[in-house]
């Protein structure tokens, strides 16, 4: 049972690049989601799915896109990378988004240049 | 949407003391409260939760109270130790998203 699978772990980008993160869970889970972290701003919801074929946004949707072609996975994309979204990035599931339990990925630092 | 106050910043204990973190939310309609501890470089993980119908819950040295007429609920942590020391953050949830806090900063001093 591997959890939450997300990568690349590291990623450096240029401005105006694109890339996708990839993030898979074995678990079954309905509730998936993207998360950014940064220093002193807690996590921000990016976008966020409750069950395969169905996406919407978060708090910070700008810039990204995502897609839920089967419950396991829930790749994010960044269409054309700006410094601004240097960040460290988290993938999450649920069973629901009322819990009972949220696991996340181990994360993927991002670097805009 | 929904807004998460969390409070302090950081926090500084010795070991042994206890430590009490505080979060606000605004929206009434919010029924799931879980707290999360990242240790550094290291992901979030939830280590309990709370749901709207509950005033109060607890697990060892760990609980959590919610009041939901103030709109507040906290994190209690008891007989604190050294690997207690991490960033930790409370959340939010209306049903289909979550919000966080901007985390609190625990050191345990041993």
């Known amino acids: 049972n591997a959890g939450v699978t997300q990568t690349p772990k590291f990623q450096v980008l240029k401005t105006g690049q694109s890339m996708t993160l990839q993030c898979a869970q074995d678990m079954n889970h309905e509730y998936m989601s993207w998360y950014r972290q940064d220093p002193g701003m807690g996590l921000r919801l990016i976008h966020y799915s409750v069950g395969a074929g169905i996406t919407d946004q978060g708090e910070v949707p700008n810039g990204y896109n995502v897609s839920r072609s089967t419950t396991e996975d829930f790749p994010l994309r960044l269409l054309s990378a700006a410094p601004s979204q240097t960040s460290v990035y988290f993938c999450?599931?649920?069973?629901?988004?009322?819990?009972?339990?949220?696991?996340f990925g181990q994360g993927t630092r991002l670097t805009v240049v | 949407g929904e807004n998460v106050e969390q409070h302090p910043s950081t926090l500084s204990v010795q070991e042994g003391d206890s430590a009490v973190i505080k979060c606000t939310y605004s929206?009434?309609?919010?029924?799931?409260f879980p707290w999360y501890k990242q240790e550094l470089g290291k992901r979030p993980q939830l280590i309990i939760d709370i749901r709207s119908n509950v005033g109060e819950k607890k697990d060892q040295r760990i609980a959590v109270t919610l009041n939901k007429t103030a709109k507040h609920f906290s994190l209690h942590i008891t007989e604190t130790q050294p690997e207690d020391s991490a960033v930790y953050f409370c959340a939010a949830s209306t049903g289909n998203q979550f919000y966080f806090g901007t985390g609190t900063s625990l050191t345990v001093i041993p």
């Open positions: 999450a599931s649920s069973y629901s988004s009322l819990g009972p339990e949220a696991f």
């Open positions: 929206d009434s309609a919010s029924n799931y």
